[in-house]
C-alpha cells in the first residue's frame, strides 16, 4: 500500500513564505513523475508544478519565479517552495506522484493540506 502525506501547510500574509512537504511510502519500485496540485473553493483541482524523475520542473504561469518544486529522489519526497504568496494562491494543495508498485503503475495523492494567504 502506497501511502503520500502532507505537510508545511499553515495561514501567511500576503508576501510570505511557506514550504510544502510530502512524503511517499509503502511498497515502492519507482517514482516517475511528482507534483503538486491545488484546489480552491468552488474551483476546479490545477496543476501547480511538477517534477520528472531526472528533476525536470515546469509550472504554472501564475507561481513561475515565486514558487520551487524539487524531489529527493532518495527519500522518496517532494518539496514546493512557495515565496510571495498572494491571497490567490489560497487553496487546499496536494501532493501527487505517478508511481510503479511492481503489481501496477498509477496516480496516488496525498490527503491535501490548507494554505491560507491573509492579512
Known amino acids: 500500500q502506497v501511502q503520500l502525506v502532507e505537510s508545511g501547510g499553515g495561514l501567511v500574509e500576503p508576501g510570505g513564505s511557506l514550504r510544502l512537504s510530502c512524503v511517499v511510502s509503502?511498497?515502492?519500485?519507482?517514482?516517475?513523475?511528482m507534483a503538486w496540485y491545488r484546489q480552491a473553493p468552488g474551483k476546479q483541482r490545477e496543476l501547480v508544478a511538477r517534477?520528472?524523475?531526472?528533476?525536470?520542473?515546469n509550472y504554472k504561469d501564475s507561481v513561475k519565479g515565486r514558487f520551487t518544486i524539487s524531489r529527493d529522489n532518495a527519500k522518496n519526497t517532494v518539496t514546493l517552495q512557495m515565496n510571495s504568496l498572494k491571497p490567490e494562491d489560497t487553496a487546499v494543495y496536494y501532493c501527487?506522484?505517478?508511481?510503479?508498485?511492481?503489481?501496477?503503475?498509477?496516480?496516488?495523492w496525498g490527503q491535501g493540506t490548507q494554505v491560507s494567504v491573509s492579512s
Open positions: 517534477v520528472t524523475s531526472e528533476g525536470s520542473a
Open positions: 509503502g511498497s515502492i519500485f519507482s517514482i516517475y513523475r
Open positions: 501527487n506522484a505517478y508511481i510503479d508498485t511492481i503489481s501496477r503503475v498509477d496516480d496516488y
